[in-house]
């Protein structure tokens, strides 16, 4: 249960209140590396887990709800400061609890849930995580993007709403089965 990267998400987990204290406070190059260094752990941790065989079951939970918690609380930080449209927030955090009740639903409904994010997810949960970076560091530098930071807004939406409805019918599938074989 306990191993390195399953210790590596406990520490992403637990930078989430370090990154929004940082985000409120507008320290924005230490928020920057706070969520960067926070960010490169998730590909880290699962790096690690493939090769050192350290697969267990509490990382195959922890490792999405750090993901959740960092992202859904620094959205949530930057999106107070004004610093993300409110609408995106709204978006990304509507999505987490969306596939949050999706799981707990799948699971009362079947008795059974696999942790397995599809391929559209890790897409989403990549550029979920550089919106942030992208915005902190313009911050960090005194830029001041008009262009690119709405692109990147854009894109988040997009694979945000793909993976999100992804879910929806990868689980109505799922229990539409267990219900026919009943």
């Known amino acids: 249960m306990i191993n390195l990267p399953n210790l590596?998400?406990?520490?992403?987990?637990?930078?989430?209140?370090?990154?929004?204290?940082?985000?409120?406070?507008?320290?924005?190059?230490?928020?920057?590396?706070?969520?960067?260094?926070?960010?490169?752990?998730?590909?880290?941790?699962?790096?690690?887990?493939?090769?050192?065989?350290?697969?267990?079951?509490?990382?195959?939970?922890?490792?999405?709800?750090?993901?959740?918690?960092?992202?859904?609380?620094?959205?949530?930080?930057?999106?107070?400061?004004q610093r993300l449209p409110q609408w995106i927030v709204i978006l990304v955090v509507f999505r987490d609890l969306l596939i949050i009740g999706g799981a707990l639903l799948v699971h009362t409904l079947t008795g059974k849930l696999e942790m397995r994010p599809l391929m559209i997810s890790k897409v989403n949960t990549v550029m979920q995580f550089a919106l942030p970076v992208y915005v902190l560091g313009t911050l960090s530098l005194g830029i001041d993007d008009t262009v690119f930071a709405p692109v990147l807004v854009w894109i988040v939406a997009a694979t945000t709403c793909i993976s999100g409805a992804a879910y929806v019918v990868i689980w109505t599938w799922r229990t539409a089965d267990i219900g026919d074989s009943g």
């Not at 090769?51 to 959205?75: C, I, Q």
Request: net charge negative; proline share 3%; hydrophobic share 60%.
């Open 8 to 81: 590596i998400t406990l520490a992403r987990l637990l930078a989430s209140p370090l990154a929004i204290y940082l985000i409120l406070n507008e320290a924005w190059i230490a928020a920057f590396w706070v969520f960067l260094v926070a960010g490169l752990s998730d590909a880290l941790d699962g790096y690690l887990a493939v090769r050192l065989n350290a697969h267990t079951r509490v990382g195959g939970f922890l490792d999405p709800l750090a993901d959740k918690v960092l992202l859904v609380s620094v959205f949530v930080a930057m999106g107070y400061e």
